[in-house]
């Protein structure tokens, strides 16, 4: 894709980095029965900034590869690319930004969830003081899921194949007694998914001191999908603390919150999900190098029961920049 530009692009040096993970998954899956596993992880990230005559625009580039190596399941890979552009305006508290990405993500163990993913979106800033910044943004995201969806299908007794003794008419007397002992049919059908998402995000930080900070966001989410039954709402909201004691120590603790109500589910047993979750991120900074350990508890209280589930991810690594 060729972008014109109304300013001339002076590109910077490419930087980049390298994490290495090893942890433990509890529930990789997301099943009410789990199987859990330990992995590791690598990750490369390769990242470019543009900066352009106009002192009121900046831009970046980035390349990133990520594979996943589960113990006891197959293993999953993420490659993804993208870019911003951020309108910086010199004595403005108002800085917009505009963004977009693709990738494609495989899974050996879930070959249902591989897909091809565009998403693009805008939004902005405002530094409303020096302790206070808002901010909104809106994000589009088309999915091309590469594996047909298995779904089944009820097929009521009148639309049954008639009988000979009246083919042209099923719900004539003749075939009626039939009919009544006939049960309505399941059947399996292969089609295409695609997924089409829109999430809003509004969001505010408030800066208690230079090395403390709180973020609360609020997000909801529509996503139209091929197959009826994924179709849903979704509205959530995220309370992050961060505390950085000195420059070579961050930490990190989040909460959220997420229901998700899908359009079309049982008449008798609709179908939601309410998600809770929490997290901490501790990291340690030696010049290029950094350490850091994380977890990760979430629980599903999912209706019906079969949908529910409870995860834990530890997991420690090593960051390298350069």
Not at 139 to 149: G, H, L, M, S, W
Request: glycine residues 8%; hydrophobic residues 35%.
């Amino acid at each position: 894709m060729i972008v014109i530009l109304p300013a001339v692009c002076r590109a910077g040096i490419v930087n980049g980095t390298v994490e290495g993970w090893v942890g433990y998954d509890s529930n990789p899956s997301l099943l009410s029965k789990p199987e859990s596993s330990a992995f590791a992880l690598c990750k490369l990230m390769l990242f470019r900034e543009f900066k352009f005559d106009s002192p009121s625009m900046d831009g970046s580039l980035y390349l990133e590869g990520q594979f996943k190596n589960y113990f006891e399941m197959k293993d999953n890979y993420l490659i993804s690319a993208g870019g911003n552009l951020s309108f910086p305006n010199s004595g403005s508290r108002w800085l917009p930004f505009l963004f977009a990405d693709i990738s494609t993500y495989i899974d050996k163990e879930k070959e249902e969830d591989e897909s091809n993913n565009l998403s693009a979106g805008a939004g902005f800033d405002w530094i409303a003081n020096s302790r206070l910044t808002l901010g909104a943004k809106y994000a589009a995201t088309f999915k091309d899921y590469k594996e047909k969806a298995i779904i089944e299908v009820v097929v009521p007794p009148e639309f049954h194949n008639p009988t000979p003794s009246n083919p042209g008419n099923p719900t004539s007397p003749g075939n009626a007694g039939q009919q009544q002992q006939q049960q309505p049919q399941i059947i399996t059908q292969a089609i295409s998914r695609d997924d089409q998402i829109h999430t809003g995000t509004v969001h505010g930080t408030f800066y208690f001191s230079p090395e403390f900070s709180g973020d609360l966001a609020f997000e909801i989410e529509r996503c139209d999908s091929s197959i009826d039954e994924e179709s849903n709402d979704r509205t959530g909201a995220i309370l992050t603390f961060s505390w950085s004691p000195s420059p070579d120590w961050e930490t990190e603790c989040r909460l959220s919150w997420e229901h998700i109500g899908y359009d079309k589910s049982d008449p008798d047993m609709k179908r939601e999900d309410s998600i809770w979750g929490i997290g901490i991120e501790i990291i340690r900074y030696f010049e290029q190098t950094g350490l850091f350990v994380k977890f990760n508890r979430s629980e599903n209280n999912g209706s019906p029961d079969l949908e529910s589930y409870d995860q834990t991810v530890t997991q420690c690594g090593i960051i390298w920049s350069f």
